[in-house]
């Protein structure tokens, strides 16, 4: 007989909703990404496979899993096979801490108290999986594409935590769910009607979009994945897997889409509400109007039923993002990737904490004042240094020497 108020119970069914959901959502999500793809580059997509090609990644699937499954002669087994594994194993550790719903039952599978440091810490070892598998596959390009990716993570990192630490400063907890509380509170603690996303703040918006750039970084996504550069890599740290091996390494790119587009949408996008409205408070005020039918769809709207319908939705347009960039931007240059890196998202991300503490110390107008200045200094270097230094080399290649012509005189006579 199953006790279903034994809290073991209530246990098993949060670690099965979480990793059910993982990996049952990746089907959908390769599905949607060619077609989205396709009708980004004015082309069909899959079509044929199923109404609308929807049974195509399953086919995928079974595809891979009759696919001869070669194994090259001088590799490390033991890393070559279980690098796959380590690759997948954090999208689901990351999953376990992420609330969806304020039902405290259901979710999160642990509610720990250094929730983001965790996330952090766990996140980081993705990279072992594609380091040890480059490594034990025993080809220089594969082993590249693993060095790659893990001078890739330890850089973008750096400006994932401190731009995290912009918003974790403010709510005064590392525990995921009491950041989620925190942005259901009074829009700057003033406006009642609205709830205070961290993204409707100057310095949340800010965190926000260095933690998005550096999250595509973290997954290996185009234009960051210089790890997998089939022009350069041919297909980097994958190279010598095949049949479900790869499978798993694929698996594992986009299970972690999925757990870092919730992280996202837990830190600055109000957890699982539907829109930065205070919903009690709307449902309040319709009730002493006399609108109780009204103050009962807002309560519902903004209830535990619907909260999944709403986390899931912006998990959906985190993904989409993450598509559209792939569709859009081409791959950056590896110089590019580490200098953009250094010299910008992490000087950036490490001003805005700093003013952040000012802020909080001395009031968010001192905040304003000195992020003003900051882009104001900032425009100054870009014009009075950056531009100028930018164009000279083109200036240069442009001029022609006035001996050209002399020299290939030479050369003619020598010939």
Not at 76 to 99: C, K, N
Not at 178 to 183: D, G, L, T
């Amino acid at each position: 007989m199953i006790n279903i108020e034994s809290e073991l119970f209530w246990a098993i069914l949060r670690v099965l909703i979480v990793v059910g959901f993982v990996l049952i959502s990746v089907p959908p999500i390769i599905w949607w990404e060619r077609r989205l793809l396709g009708w980004m580059q004015d082309r069909i997509g899959p079509n044929r496979v199923g109404p609308f090609g929807f049974l195509q990644p399953i086919a995928d699937g079974v595809k891979l899993l009759f696919k001869e499954d070669f194994t090259p002669r001088d590799v490390d087994r033991l890393m070559y096979f279980l690098s796959p594994a380590i690759a997948l194993l954090p999208a689901f550790v990351i999953g376990a801490t992420i609330p969806w719903s304020p039902n405290p039952r259901l979710t999160p599978i642990a509610d720990v108290d250094v929730g983001v440091l965790w996330v952090l810490a766990v996140s980081s070892l993705g990279v072992y999986g594609i380091v040890l598998g480059g490594w034990a596959s025993n080809n220089k390009y594969s082993l590249l594409g693993g060095l790659r990716s893990a001078a890739q993570l330890v850089s973008y990192e750096l400006p994932m935590g401190v731009a995290l630490y912009s918003v974790l400063l403010p709510s005064g907890t590392l525990r995921l769910t009491e950041v989620v509380s925190k942005q259901h509170e009074a829009l700057w603690g003033r406006f009642e009607w609205f709830q205070n996303w961290f993204i409707l703040t100057p310095f949340g918006l800010i965190s926000a979009a260095i933690f998005l750039i550096c999250m595509v970084a973290e997954t290996n996504r185009a234009p960051f994945d210089l790890p997998e550069a089939e022009s350069e890599l041919i297909a980097g740290y994958h190279t010598e897997y095949s049949s479900m091996k790869f499978a798993v390494f694929f698996m594992g790119e986009y299970a972690a889409m999925v757990a870092f587009s919730g992280l996202f949408a837990v830190l600055y996008l109000g957890g699982w509400s539907l829109a930065p409205f205070n919903w009690e408070h709307l449902a309040a005020v319709s009730r002493d109007a006399g609108l109780g039918w009204l103050g009962g769809v807002l309560t519902f709207i903004n209830g535990p039923w619907m909260a999944p319908v709403w986390f899931v939705g912006k998990i959906f347009g985190g993904l989409t993002f993450y598509i559209w960039l792939r569709a859009t931007l081409p791959r950056l240059r590896y110089d590019q990737l580490m200098n953009f890196c250094w010299k910008y998202l992490l000087p950036a991300a490490a001003a805005n904490f700093v003013l952040v503490a000012i802020g909080m110390l001395y009031g968010w107008l001192v905040y304003a004042f000195f992020l003003a200045i900051l882009l104001v200094m900032y425009l100054i270097f870009v014009v009075v240094y950056y531009l100028p230094r930018a164009k000279k080399p083109t200036i240069e290649l442009m001029k022609i020497p006035a001996n050209t012509s002399r020299v290939i005189e030479i050369e003619r006579s020598r010939q």
